[in-house]
């Protein structure tokens, strides 16, 4: 007997599957890890390998032998999870904190909600954020971008962000700091400047964001309303006081803002489902970015910024929703 099979509408086709649409985002995420490498040397090369292979096996033996179900590897997702995390931290980092921040993302911020489509929070920037609390040290050792042969052990190079930091808090002014540190927005666009993997060219990243965008994988709301919100209240702030606040170009630029605002604000699991929440959650994001930057504990902000929005993304997709098809509309 034939079974009619009965589902409700859209009922819409595509080729484009997990496994296909996380590669897009490795693929893109490919141009800023090669110049990682080609600052930062050997270490790039070890972190990222010793995340993305603790990220795959963690998944695949807590499906295996925990969840006691069949093994979705090879969706990409872990991989993708490493190569984040590993982007987030510092290449000098110890290969047993890379581990750690792999256990807590897969273990902690993806498995225990359920695996993809289930987690609440960014996995990888769980498994950062939870890093930089508990070794703080360790993940503020930022090694200087000597090239390929770089040594790992290299005395510490603070990040722009940390530098302008310590100068306020000496007395300086934004323009004195910018010029004693030879600080340039060049810099800033192809590399030379100390960080993790994710900070090192901002125009491989935005050259990314070109082929996600070219390929639909993303909408451009959530990273243009990151950047909004970011120009908006770090333009006001620089307007009022230019000698203690960096202009919103610098925000842009420097730090994890664009890793963050292209790369993981929009994981399709974390964010909004439609165009009018995906802007309020963005334009969050970079109020709170500047917000903790400025007035903050850290110099970065971004990490904290999506995890916390990451939280208000039910009540978003809850109460921001699209007219429904045939909805009377009143008018005058």
């Known amino acids: 007997m034939n079974k009619l099979v009965i589902s409700p509408a859209p ?30 040397g050997l270490g790039a090369l070890t972190t990222a390998a010793v995340a993305v292979v603790s990220c795959v096996l963690l998944e695949y033996g807590i499906q295996r032998w925990l969840m006691k179900k069949k093994s979705t590897v090879t969706d990409l997702s872990a991989v993708l999870t490493g190569l984040l995390l590993a982007m987030n931290l510092p290449s000098s980092i110890p290969w047993w904190i890379v581990v750690i ?20 929070f960014n996995p990888a920037l769980v498994g950062r954020v939870f890093l930089l609390i508990s070794f703080p040290v360790q993940m503020t050792h930022w090694p200087p971008p000597t090239g390929w042969a770089a040594n790992v ?14 100068g306020l808090a000496k007395g300086e002014s934004i323009q004195q700091i910018m010029s004693i540190h030879d600080m340039s927005y060049w810099h800033m666009l192809f590399g030379e400047m100390g960080g993790s993997a994710g900070e090192v060219s901002a125009m491989a990243l935005l050259l990314g964001f070109a082929y996600l965008l070219f390929r639909r994988v993303i909408r451009p709301h959530i990273p243009l309303a ?16 230019p000698k203690h606040y960096v202009d919103p170009l610098f925000h842009l630029l420097t730090g994890g803002v664009l890793l963050g605002a292209i790369y993981m604000a929009t994981d399709y699991v974390t964010s909004p489902m439609n165009p009018r929440g995906m802007i309020i959650y963005g334009v969050g994001i970079g109020l709170i970015t500047v917000l903790i930057r400025e007035f903050g504990a850290y110099p970065e902000g971004i990490s904290f910024a999506i995890l916390m929005m990451n939280a208000l993304v039910p009540l978003l997709n809850k109460y921001i929703k699209p007219k429904r098809y045939g909805e009377e509309v009143k008018h005058g």
């Open 11 to 40: 009922h819409a086709h595509s080729k484009d599957n997990t496994q296909r649409l996380m590669l897009d985002v490795i693929i893109a995420l490919m141009p800023a890890y090669l110049m990682s490498v080609y600052f930062f």
């Open 226 to 241: 990151i950047f909004a919100g970011i120009l908006v209240l770090g333009g006001i702030l620089w307007l009022a006081d």
């Open 101 to 120: 921040g792999a256990v807590v993302a897969i273990g902690v911020a993806k498995m225990s909600f359920g695996g993809l489509g289930y987690n609440l």
């Open 153 to 166: 052990d290299a005395v510490s190079g603070a990040t722009p962000l940390a530098i302008i930091r310590e």
